[in-house]
């Protein structure tokens, strides 16, 4: 797998768990 494939991974991760936490929040 190439980096910027893993990047995206990693940055899709951290924008579901973001918005796990404001549907927590709200």
Not at 5 to 24: E, G, H, M
């Amino acid at each position: 797998m190439s980096s910027i494939k893993l990047r995206n991974i990693a940055t899709n991760s951290v924008q579901q768990y973001t918005n796990a936490r404001v549907t927590d929040l709200a």
